[in-house]
């Protein structure tokens, strides 16, 4: 379903999924190569490397979303694949988040659209089959770190400026249920209502003691960790891993499958409010000018 409306949206787009790039590496590997997603098998057997590539921020953008999506898909249906490392080709920058020209000056079609993508790639990421690690290699705010939290397991790069949370109250936004629920199985129940009231943003050494991701390491050894942290996930047999994953998450999931289509009507009455349009283009405008 969400891989043919995805393949429907990007024809739209003009990226022809048929020709994507299928190059072979030095080494023989087989690249696939979207336009914002590159997916690339590694040196471990059995486990893919997917890079954000939308520049200059790896915003959450309809088009990623659904490359994204689709990426994932294909690796779960290709029984060589049991793993997949998650990280990116933007220097410094792991992603930024939902993409917030999406959400602003738009109509509510598109806003549906949107945020129907945004529950699909949740839904994706959190119920994968694959064991899926985040290689954290920036910054990560708000819709960025949604999709670390939805990982198996987090390496961070000990770099302080690299700060990680949901800092949706700070853009003057109320954070959906399923990224507090992600978050709160996370990091717990009191730790979320300090972090989500207040929109922290952590650097390194607090986001590892306050448990959102599981180590933090120097920066040009994170996809190398990441790396060998997979090779431990992937030791145990998959069905029984799977069906423990599954039994952990399927709550959590099940809980906006139920309310998927009010919860994008609650987006849709939230994001089109006046009051919420000019609290967006407020900040997007300070993103411009910090600049100057
Ligand atoms: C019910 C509603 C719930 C909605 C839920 C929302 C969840 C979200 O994910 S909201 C998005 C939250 N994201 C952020 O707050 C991050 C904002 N961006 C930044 O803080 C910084 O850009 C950065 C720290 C990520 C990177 O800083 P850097 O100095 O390297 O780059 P910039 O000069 O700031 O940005 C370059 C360029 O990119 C544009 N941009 C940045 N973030 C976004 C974004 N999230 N969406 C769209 N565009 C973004 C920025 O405006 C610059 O554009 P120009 O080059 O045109 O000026």
Wanted: one cysteine or more.
């Amino acid at each position: 379903m969400a891989l043919a409306a995805g393949r429907a949206m990007l024809m739209r787009s003009g990226v022809r999924l048929g020709t994507q790039a299928a190059a072979r590496g030095g080494n023989g590997a087989r690249r696939f190569m979207n336009h914002r997603v590159v997916v690339e098998p590694n040196t471990v057997p059995g486990v893919a490397v997917i890079k954000f590539k939308n520049p200059p921020v790896n915003s959450l953008t309809l088009e990623f979303l659904t490359e994204f999506v689709i990426c994932l898909e294909k690796l779960e249906n290709d029984k060589t694949f049991r793993g997949v490392v998650l990280t990116s080709d933007c220097p410094g920058i792991f992603s930024a988040g939902l993409d917030l020209r999406e959400m602003c000056g738009k109509n509510p079609a598109h806003y549906a659209e949107y945020w129907r993508a945004v529950q699909e790639m949740w839904l994706k990421v959190y119920l994968s089959n694959l064991v899926l690690v985040a290689a954290i290699n920036g910054t990560s705010p708000a819709g960025g770190c949604l999709i670390a939290l939805s990982c198996d397991y987090r390496v961070l790069a000990d770099n302080p400026r690299y700060r990680m949370g949901l800092n949706e109250t700070l853009l003057g936004l109320v954070v959906p249920f399923w990224f507090k629920d992600t978050l709160v199985n996370t990091i717990g129940h009191r730790a979320s209502e300090r972090a989500l009231q207040l929109g922290l943003l952590f650097p390194p050494a607090e986001a590892l003691q306050l448990g959102m991701v599981d180590q933090v390491v120097p920066e040009d050894q994170v996809q190398s960790t990441a790396l060998s942290v997979m090779t431990q996930w992937l030791a145990i047999p998959d069905h029984v891993r799977q069906l423990t994953k599954n039994m952990i998450r399927k709550a959590t999931a099940d809980h906006l499958i139920k309310h998927q289509e009010a919860d994008i009507q609650n987006f849709i009455n939230f994001i089109s409010r006046d009051s919420i349009q000019k609290s967006l283009q407020v900040y997007l405008e300070n993103l411009k000018q910090k600049k100057h």
